[in-house]
């Protein structure tokens, strides 16, 4: 199994311990559980890139560790009161209508060629920054940004309303295009 496979199933197995961790109240732990998570994602890229060594089971793990960290850390972060629960709910409604379009369009047409939008790298960007903030504001004492969770919470949902919107006008434009082609 390549090393950026393997770094990927130790994110996935990062996700408990940081649930765990978060629910304990052991913010400091959760902070550095978070950050080398971070870490462990773009390394794992650019092993994956620069040696040559992407597959088939990595473009899928690669997205499924990312996600399955990020779900759970809101989740929880929602469950003992750290975020709003309606963020949470717009997080997680997000990822599901993004999933169930991957699903319907790989039913429908057999393949899916999906890029990432940038609108979604930047709500992924915005989602992790809000929660390494949060982290570092409970695991410091001196709790030096509080006014800038506030502003990334309303930034965050207005990426995830805005990236999820836009996939939804992605696949109908790429549904029409299909269509288009068919009938000609």
Known sequence: MSLPNLISIARLMAVPVMIYLILNGFYLGAFWL????????AVDGYIAKKMGQITVLGSYLDPIADKALLVSVYVTLGHVNLLPNWLVIMVVFRDLIIVGGVVLLHISTNTVKMKPLIISKINTAAQIILVTILLANLAFPQNLWPHLVII???????????????????????AEHDEGAVNK
């Open 34 to 41: 978070f950050v080398i998570a971070g870490i462990s994602d």
């Open 152 to 174: 990334l919470i309303y930034i965050v949902s207005g990426t995830t309303l805005a990236s999820g919107g836009a996939y939804i006008v992605s696949w109908g434009k790429s």
